[in-house]
């Protein structure tokens, strides 16, 4: 049987990037704290405390656990160490979050925290291990032989993230990649005071001179925003009728993580709100579109994924931020959604320049011979 490569490595990697992301933003203010950087390992129970907070720092831990238990075991460690290391990872990963929020002024370290994520990634890590033990990671096997190539890891995991992406407030249904604007405007602060400042001094208006997208603009946006991902899809998925199932799973999967992510910034009862008539025509149109693309040969498709995503990068930096969603980022950036901020916001942002990178690899890749499996 061929061996193949996990994707819960990666998204081991991934998810732990992020976790120090959520921990430590703004990464601004640090100082020495005034007492011992461990002082809070004996503290007493806080007056001020939440369970949301203490649901947020369960469920954020529960799926690190089970990711590093899962790419332990596919990387053939024996379960009993995987299960040990994997708790040990995810208690580590907290500890050396909680210290080094010390050295942060919006930031407290709490050992309830510290023994909240810990139970979190137990919590994972023993899902996994039923998972596993129950035979679902060879069943889980066999249906990704039938359905994607062997080296498939890289594409599965871009899948798995795009989604996360979306919960992040975009301009643009399904708009992702809206970074080149942040990094003008970061660039600017760098130099300001420098002897090169002058010339970027039209990086500072970059966004007030931006104009609203046309009809025909954000129709193309939401199109290209669902063909990237079955573009990503094609290029690691077998042909035939399966290339189908996930365009149509992709379109599902856009669509609530967009309701959700409206939900979450204006209250429940507008979250079909981006629902427009003009949405629904882009998205259906992706759909069709795609599935003819569907028939295309995995090469030919990993060329026209970076036509896609080149033209959803560069559509998407000409789309201006309007009241409604500056007001979005504010409830992100503030509040409780401080501590999904890291993880949606970077995944949205960097996904479809992580997307181009796999295509280009997949281009230079050999082609895998046209054979399923049994």
């Not at 024996?78 to 580590?92: I, S, W, Y």
Request: proline share 8%.
């Amino acid at each position: 049987m061929t061996r193949h490569r996990s994707s819960a490595a990666p998204l081991a990697w991934l998810y732990a990037a992020l976790i120090v992301y959520a921990s430590l933003y703004p990464f601004t203010g640090w100082h020495p704290p005034g007492v011992s950087a461990l002082a809070f390992l004996t503290l007493p129970w806080p007056h001020w405390w939440t369970w949301f907070d203490l649901a947020t720092n369960l469920l954020g831990y529960i799926p690190f656990g089970a990711l590093v238990f899962g790419a332990l075991v596919r990387s053939e460690v024996p379960v009993r160490p995987a299960v040990l290391l994997a708790f040990a990872a995810g208690t580590a990963l907290s500890l050396a979050m909680e210290f080094l929020q010390n050295f942060l002024p919006q930031r407290v370290a709490s050992n309830v925290d510290l023994g909240v994520n810990a139970l979190g990634t137990l919590i994972g890590v023993l899902l996994a291990w039923y998972a596993h033990v129950r035979g679902v990671v060879e069943r889980w096997q066999v249906a990704r032989d039938r359905w994607f190539i062997a080296r498939s890891a890289g594409g599965i995991a871009l899948l798995l993230l795009w989604p996360v992406g979306l919960l992040f407030p975009l301009p643009v249904p399904l708009g992702q990649g809206q970074v080149l604007v942040r990094v003008q405007e970061l660039i600017v602060q760098w130099v300001d005071g420098t002897p090169i400042a002058p010339w970027f001094e039209g990086w500072a208006d970059a966004e007030l001179e931006r104009t609203a997208l046309s009809p025909g603009g954000e129709f193309a946006l939401i199109a290209l925003g669902l063909l990237a991902p079955c573009m990503i899809a094609f290029s690691v998925a077998r042909p035939g009728w399966r290339r189908v199932v996930l365009v149509l799973g992709a379109a599902a999967l856009g669509c609530l993580a967009t309701t959700l992510s409206t939900a979450l910034n204006f209250n429940p009862q507008h979250m079909l709100a981006w629902s427009t008539p003009q949405a629904l025509a882009a998205l259906a149109f992706g759909v069709l579109l795609a599935c003819a693309l569907s028939l295309a040969p995995g090469r030919a498709l990993a060329g026209i994924g970076l036509i896609v995503l080149t033209a959803l990068v560069i559509v998407v930096a000409q789309a201006p931020a309007d009241p409604y969603f500056a007001q979005s980022l504010q409830l992100w950036e503030q509040g409780r959604f401080i501590r999904f901020h890291g993880a949606a916001r970077w995944v949205g942002w960097l996904w479809p320049y992580a997307a181009i990178i796999y295509l280009l690899a997949r281009l230079g890749a050999r082609d895998e011979p046209p054979k399923m499996p049994p």
